[in-house]
């Protein structure tokens, strides 16, 4: 049986984080060539000592590399199977480094280090993937009020209003961007943890399906292979029909797991009754049967046939029983023995009662055992209300 797969698999995800990455770079070295050259002119045009500017061309140089090579870096990983690695320490050091590296042009072109902020404010946006979006916020409305305050002069007031403005938007149009980015992120971790939810569910129903065909079929053919030898010398013709009975259910068996395998196989109430009856027949054991489950909502056909099948396999495995009953109405299904052999004491004690008990709890019932009338044990499938 194939397996579901992971709707997108760690190397896909390891491809996009790539694809992303690449699409930063690209943005970063656009946005840095189109703007960086004014802060450099800035500092070239500085009446500051000779040594101060070529100290400051080289502070410039190191904030635009941690700019463009360090937020890379500050985000999570990609999630895999719905769980993801943040580094906000790194957020941190990155926004601090390129804070202070503006703050260290100070000294040489002044007020005009504001205009390293944008960098600053989307690096911010960006590192919000990692460090979370509240700090990411506040960190933005900071450096927008710092730089407001930072911006001294009638003359540059004006032109710092127009500029106070684009690092406010500019700032904004990189949070919604990250956002996206962070949502894609969660999808593609939900996507994952579906997938393991679907793989975890399948193997849960082939376990439950496997149990209740193999189970059954082949505790039938071992009691029948054992009614054969005790007929193979007293009556021949009685253990050739048994031979044949062990043959044709080892043949229905292999075709239901097959369908099994497949989704495509079927219970029924009426089937498993029937087979039922030729099961405690050959093993002696009277049977007390409903001849009729009309009053079962169609809905609850297959629910119920997989209990007959686990109630009357553990009871021709494990009872040592002389008498078998099966009660059943429109809400509701028992079984009873009369036997005297040990039982599972719970619904979840046994791997075939408690896949049973998992399908009636989907189904929105319970099931319970107890001490049967009969003198043995007793299972019962029960809903709150009769299906309408």
Not at 248 to 254: D, E, F, H, P, Q
């Amino acid at each position: 049986m194939s397996e579901p797969r992971p709707a997108t698999p760690p190397a896909t995800l390891r491809n996009i984080a790539q694809r992303l990455s690449g699409g930063w770079y690209v943005g970063a070295v656009a946005s840095v060539a189109g703007y960086g050259p004014q802060t450099f002119m800035a500092i070239q045009e500085s009446p500051a000592h000779p040594a101060l500017r070529v100290l400051s061309h080289a502070i410039a140089a190191v904030f635009f590399v941690v700019f463009i090579l360090g937020t890379p870096r500050t985000w999570p990983t990609e999630p895999t199977l719905g769980r993801q690695e943040n580094h906000p320490r790194a957020g941190f050091v990155v926004l601090g480094l390129l804070t202070a590296l503006s703050l260290t042009l100070w000294p040489a072109i002044g007020s005009q280090a504001v205009y390293t902020w944008p960098f600053i404010v989307s690096s911010a946006a960006m590192v919000g993937l990692g460090i979370g979006w509240r700090c990411a916020v506040i960190g933005t409305i900071v450096a927008a009020s710092a730089a407001l305050i930072l911006f001294s002069g009638p003359a540059e007031r004006n032109e710092y209003g127009l500029f106070f403005w684009i690092l406010v938007s500019l700032s904004l149009v990189m949070l919604a961007f990250a956002r996206q980015i962070e949502i894609g992120r969660q999808l593609r971790a939900t996507q994952h943890a579906l997938a393991s939810a679907a793989v975890a569910a399948e193997r849960s129903r082939m376990s439950r399906d496997l149990h209740d065909i193999l189970g059954h079929s082949l505790t039938v053919i071992a009691v029948k292979a054992e009614l054969a030898a005790k007929l193979l010398e007293a009556q021949p013709a009685a253990a050739a029909s048994e031979l044949g009975d062990i043959e044709r259910l080892a043949r229905t068996a292999l075709a239901d797991v097959r369908a099994t395998v497949s989704g495509r196989r079927s219970v029924t109430l009426s089937s498993e009754l029937v087979h039922a009856r030729q099961a405690l027949d050959s093993a002696g054991i009277e049977a007390d049967l409903p001849t009729a489950v009309d009053a079962v909502p169609p809905e609850r056909h297959t629910l119920f046939g997989y209990v007959v099948r686990e109630g009357v396999t553990n009871v021709l495995r494990h009872a040592a029983a002389r008498h078998c009953r099966v009660t059943v109405n429109s809400a509701s299904i028992a079984i009873d023995d009369d036997g005297t052999a040990p039982h599972p004491g719970s619904p979840g004690s046994g791997t075939g009662l408690a896949g049973l008990a998992e399908r009636v709890r989907e189904a929105g019932g319970t099931l319970t055992t107890s001490r049967s009338d009969l003198g043995g044990f007793h299972l019962r499938a029960e809903f709150a209300r009769s299906a309408p």
